[in-house]
């Protein structure tokens, strides 16, 4: 046992020596041509496809840079007769990114949804080892007790499943939940990876993991409720603003002709909107954060 573990301990070392000091042992698996290209993208390009990726929607970039050129002309083309014209480039800016928006909540609506049973798992699949069950054994045990249309089930059957079929072990474990924006998974793959290859106790590593989880979760929850009483007044704020340019419409019958025709009264006009929006995405962004 204990030359067991001087040789686990000793080539965890040596992949670990072998690798970035930011990087672990799954960034050397090339998945597939598609993540190889990927690669050789200028930085901000592979971050917005791995956003993408998160989101589980498959647009090719040049088309969802349509799509926002698109979204900002429109918005910005109704907005031109009533908004003054130095504030359109704004406005136009405001409008692009709005498919933006949608991208972001459809990623961290998705790594919500995987993170609200993934410590569960952990804690099931650590009851099974101490049963006597191997890592891989435990991990069919653990995702049984998990409904058929649950994420994280799907994702550990289609893991197994290409364990079973003979993919390569770190192919396979790199391709869990790898469309998932769940930083902790990185650990679990690593130490997944290393019990397949060396074995080794990995029951306290999974509760730890669990553990993590669970303290990652009320931290993200903590700042919501932080937050929480500045985005009730941001989202009253933006729907009080429309009602009182509606209700000063409605006592005056030119309101809006003098509006588009008017200078200083567009330019008042366009400045309160962007600052409206501006405040109130800074405020949505707050409390956004993620440890």
């Not at 991990?139 to 409904?147: F, I, Q, V």
């Not at 058929?148 to 391709?175: F, R, Y």
């Not at 679990?188 to 990995?202: C, E, T």
Request: hydrophobic share 45%; glycine share 4%; aromatic share 10%.
């Amino acid at each position: 046992m204990i030359f067991r573990r001087a040789f686990a301990k000793q080539r965890m070392t040596r992949l670990c020596s072998s690798l970035p000091m930011e990087g672990s042992l799954l960034d050397q698996v090339q998945w597939s041509e598609t993540d190889e290209k990927l690669s050789q993208l200028p930085s901000f390009l592979h971050h917005i496809q791995q956003v993408l990726k998160f989101a589980g929607l498959a647009i090719p970039l040049p088309l969802l840079f349509l799509i926002s050129l698109a979204s900002g002309f429109c918005i910005s083309s109704l907005a031109s007769s009533i908004i003054a014209w130095p504030a359109l480039p704004l406005i136009f800016l405001l409008g692009s990114y709005c498919p933006w928006i949608y991208i972001d909540w459809k990623a961290e609506s998705r790594a919500l949804e995987f993170s609200n049973d993934y410590p569960e798992l952990l804690q099931s699949m650590s009851s099974a080892l101490k049963s006597g069950h191997s890592a891989q054994t435990a991990l069919e045990h653990a995702s049984k007790l998990l409904p058929e249309d649950n994420p994280v089930g799907q994702e550990v059957k289609t893991l197994l499943s290409e364990l079973h079929k003979g993919t390569h072990q770190q192919k396979a474990v790199a391709a869990f939940a790898a469309d998932r924006d769940v930083p902790e998974l990185s650990l679990f793959r690593n130490a997944f990876l290393l019990v397949l290859d060396d074995g080794g106790k990995f029951s306290p590593t999974l509760q730890r993991l669990a553990r993590i989880s669970r303290e990652r979760d009320n931290l993200k929850n903590s700042v919501k409720v932080s937050t929480a009483t500045m985005k009730i007044t941001g989202n009253i704020l933006l729907l009080v603003c429309p009602l009182v340019v509606l209700m000063v419409s409605a006592r005056s019958e030119n309101f809006w002709s003098e509006l588009s025709n008017n200078t200083l009264s567009s330019g008042i006009f366009s400045t309160g909107v962007i600052l409206v929006f501006f405040g109130y995405f800074s405020l949505r962004n707050m409390g956004r954060y993620k440890p």
